[in-house]
């Protein structure tokens, strides 16, 4: 069964600072991983997803991941935040076969002027 | 633009009473999920159908919730009766079913028993 563990429950950051929200999965078979963004009451919504190839992934919004297999990490980051990227973001997880999406508990992202 | 629709949007209820919420997904999906979310365990997958047919439902209490798909257009979770602890934001995701895609959410429903 995969697993994902986000290890930040909030992150403060000021404005226009660079901020990392980490992502570690756990999954004895090939993944699916993906990063979605949660704005206060609205369901979630698709920041990006590494499916194969480039371990660097871009998305939308200014977001991008990269993809570690050697440390089972999937990082989000953004060189410059802005006062509206304030969210909770949740890592999920999914694996190539059965297709279940497992989500971490998630991250409040807290931007301050 | 598409959109999994969910209703109600809100919900406050009883303890005991039965609580019905619907889920309409993207026409042409033919993946549904249900996801529960709270502060304590934030979002945990209920259950999940393919063509309208239950392939996970493990993390659903069973002897009080309950699943279904009726038809493509409409997706169902029950719960009977409900509890205080059943008090949490319930969302409906649907997808293509090709397995990399993207998941669409509903706006969720928050449901409340007293």
């Known amino acids: 069964a995969q697993s994902v563990t986000q290890l930040d429950s909030q992150v403060p950051v000021f404005e226009e600072a660079p901020v990392e929200l980490r992502c570690n999965y756990s999954s004895s078979v090939s993944v699916y991983l993906f990063w979605y963004v949660q704005y206060p009451n609205q369901g979630l919504q698709l920041l990006l997803k590494y499916l194969s190839g480039s371990t660097l992934v871009k998305g939308i919004n200014g977001f991008e991941a990269e993809f570690n297999k050697s440390q089972t990490s999937f990082h989000l980051r953004k060189p410059s935040v802005h006062i509206s990227d304030t969210a909770e973001y949740f890592c999920?997880?999914?694996?190539?076969?059965?297709?279940?999406?497992?989500f971490g508990t998630g991250t409040r992202l807290l931007v301050s002027p | 633009d598409a959109r999994v629709t969910q209703t109600p949007r809100h919900k406050v209820t009883e303890m005991g009473q039965e609580v019905t919420m619907r889920c309409q997904p993207i026409?042409?999906?033919?993946?549904v999920f249900w996801y529960r979310q709270t502060m304590m365990q934030g979002l945990e997958l209920l259950a999940y159908?393919?063509?309208?047919?239950?392939?996970?439902d493990s993390g659903m209490p069973k002897d009080r919730f309950s699943a279904e798909m009726p038809d493509a257009t409409l997706a169902t979770l029950k719960i009977q009766p409900s509890e205080p602890r059943d008090s949490a934001v319930y969302f409906c995701a649907s997808g293509p079913g090709t397995g990399n895609e993207k998941l669409f959410f509903g706006s969720g429903t928050q449901l409340s028993v007293l």
């Open positions: 026409l042409g999906h033919n993946t």
């Open positions: 999920a997880v999914r694996d190539t076969g059965f297709q279940k999406l497992v």
């Open positions: 159908f393919r063509n309208r047919a239950p392939l996970d």
